[in-house]
């Protein structure tokens, strides 16, 4: 069964780097993509007093699926905890992307859906569940394999039950988590 695997992997990394081309994807990190779009939904208002409106621009945030199978992880808990390890370092260096590179310097939010459940609000996230119907359906299967082909630990293959969630991250929010403490370290040299 693992040949198989090795097969699938081996596709949707095609597919993968195809969706990267379209879509303009910047590696940031080890385990985040990042692009840009423009937004097509309702208004939106976060707690911190950034407003979004359809046709702004956003960040998406996307996995670097090529990443995960070199995830030191025998076991679930271990290729979690390397996984949020090198998330953290990713968001850092997206917040430092954030304040000095102008591809990102005007984008006020990051939107993301993924596969993992509703989490981060320790580092700015904001959830919602995934609108029920087809699409929500269509990309539950899709993150099923996505997890399957590419999770390090075979406990996780085994065990993972992916469930579409939005993700929001302001880019004051990602900033005052992991870049104005590194600023105001420089500001005092």
Not at 78 to 83: E, N, P, T, V
Not at 142 to 159: C, E, G, I, K, M
Request: aromatic letters at 10%.
């Amino acid at each position: 069964m693992e040949w198989l695997r090795q097969i699938i992997q081996y596709g949707l990394l095609k597919v993968d780097r195809l969706y990267r081309l379209r879509h303009r994807l910047q590696p940031v990190g080890e385990v985040l993509v990042v692009g840009r779009s423009r937004y097509r939904g309702p208004a939106m208002a976060f707690a911190d007093g950034t407003r979004l409106a359809a046709g702004d621009f956003i960040g998406t945030l996307h996995f670097n699926n090529a990443r995960f199978p070199q995830i030191d992880g025998e076991t679930s808990g271990r290729a979690a905890l390397h996984f949020m390890r090198l998330m953290l370092e990713s968001l850092q260096i997206l917040a430092n992307k954030t304040r000095r590179d102008p591809v990102f310097s005007d984008l006020a939010v990051y939107h993301a859906v993924s596969p993992l459940p509703p989490h981060g609000q320790r580092v700015g996230f904001i959830t919602q569940p995934f609108p029920s119907g087809a699409k929500k359906r269509l990309l539950g299967a899709y993150f099923r394999l996505l997890v399957w082909a590419f999770a390090p630990a075979a406990q996780t293959r085994d065990s993972a039950r992916p469930e579409p969630t939005i993700y929001w991250l302001t880019r004051q929010e990602l900033l005052r988590q992991f870049a104005d403490a590194h600023h105001q370290g420089d500001s005092k040299k």
